[in-house]
């Protein structure tokens, strides 16, 4: 039998800003404009979280999607939802929080306890509004 | 010349209930939750349905769209829309009527009538809910 | 000052059919077509609850929309929520669940409740399918 | 001739904080929760500006929308988009920015320049997230 | 009891262009821009059709909504789909084709057939892309 | 470290019709059926843009967004947005308009643009409607 994808979708609110401490003001206004500003502005993000494996013999699941839920409110949404992603959220320190690299640190955030599911991590699709989307697959 | 992927989404309502006859109904609950309730419940489906091939190159078609939706509505919606999946799809018996495994028999109910229609069937996505979904490629 | 409008979205699952006992399967069929299909279908519904009033002059709330969720959650989803509509919701019994009674329904049950908290019920918006929905304002 | 409603979509993205000075930390997470979190979070806010009128008899306009979009554009977009509604917004300051009060301040900035233009301002309608929104008619 | 509103969501696509014949070409693009593009555009334009009434003692239908769609199929859709709305539609002719104007048009194509059927017609809202819709009320 | 994909989201209008002047008027019927019809249709389309990369070690973007959008704006927007693609898009003459090879086409069109930006192009997907969609990977 083939593997089979499954996806949970999640949403959070969280607020941000592109700043690079290194350089003057003018030259994060050139480089990354209006997302530069510095009283922060903030997206009501949408999540996909996409596991993959063989569905269980017995209960036809790949992976209880509420279980996937559970982790992913746990290891990701408890700690960006109404938060500051510069500021608040320990796994993105250091990280400028685009909407790139902000998947690929959820991707690793989540990778280990999927698998500790019986399940594996294929992707993370994270919209920041409804005109961009960044996708990692590890 | 590469392949292009065309898509046809459709939609379609079922009920369904999520229920191991061989196990008591508390073990039922406890691995399927609600979605073990006795009396059914069920969903807008919605079906993405997507196959590949070369352009024809006359038509600029990779297959006719309105001939997938065709295929689709014969051997797929009117077996299932405004049924119950559990009792009522010949292709279903047997099998536990999770997302997954549902993707999974659309795809191979759908296989061979694309084929015979000069494309390859690609994948097939099923959404259960706004926030769950299935993909299947064989 | 005016009132303002605030509206909440919910989603739930339910098993419904449309079906009059004192009548034949044929008339039922005539009448209700696949909706009247013995084994039950289903719709992942969408709820639009709007209600109105004053903004508070401290909070700047007309209620509390998690209020307000907690209040549909109590009221609504925890009774149709994966379930059956014709068997196992209460405020149901004696109504044939057409997307017109069933708003009519929600309103009714909910009305009281959102005077307690100190606003007003404005209307029902409910989506059975994305081509269908039906709206009441009391 | 009766009047037509038209409405015009726009999105923007913005930082937040639902906060009265004059209460305790704990008082203000009592009432606002996480939205009272100290470091901000953020939203894409959706507005639907709705203006009624009689269409021009020569061009079939009620309002030209390109018009109704730059109106907008100058009087809120440029204000409120990637920005702190707290602290860099002239027209909210002194004002909880609720999503009910937020509607409303909108509302109040667009009236006469809607009507300079020979429509006049039915609604503002503004999402906060997919699951709530507020709608104001002045 | 009171009226219920219930609503049936269609979607066709067709050309247009806004051009004033009595008008210089340059005034025309002065007027209507991109829109008064000699060789025309189009939309997947969607609309909804709003019906109310006392819902039915024995069906708790205000309308049956499959009987709503055939009506808006036969004497909407099937002269509007796929057309070009200033060259090939009857009820359009001589009329200039903004959404303001279509959707008025539309609503009086409608509005006796609704009513031979027991119910009345209560809007007609027409999108003409995703930022920009029209309403009327008759 | 592997690569990001990021995509951005467009939208434009234009006419169209599927007709190929070597058959007659009753054979283009045949195998176009409706969009054949010779007064053209239209439709709101809509583009994804996905291009993939290593995220820039300082910046964080695999690509500027607003880059990319400019870049799609200058090479297809212009060109194709409110315009009909049988008669004024050059990059079109000679092909038939299908999603399939419009999709191929905007491919082309952008590949070497997006290459000097540092990024490489992953993929078009072009909706035509909502239940119709091409992709294409080069």
Known sequence: MNEVYIT??????SAHRLF??????EKNMDVFGKCSNPN??????????TVKGIPNAVT???????????IINELILEKVDHK????????MQGI???TELFA???YH???????????SLHSIRLHETENNFAEYFG
Chains 1, 2, 3, 4, 5, 6 share one sequence.
């Open 84 to 91: 500051n992603l510069n500021l608040d959220v320990s796994f």
């Open 60 to 70: 036809g699941f790949v992976m209880d999607l509420k279980q996937l839920s559970s």
């Open 40 to 49: 922060w502005h903030g997206h009501n993000y949408v999540l996909y979280v």
């Open 96 to 98: 400028m929080p685009t």
């Open 20 to 25: 690079n401490p290194e350089w003057t003001d």
């Open 109 to 119: 955030e989540l990778k280990d306890k999927v698998k500790d599911n019986g399940a």
């Open 8 to 13: 949970r979708r999640e949403t959070f609110n």
């Open 104 to 106: 690929k640190a959820i």
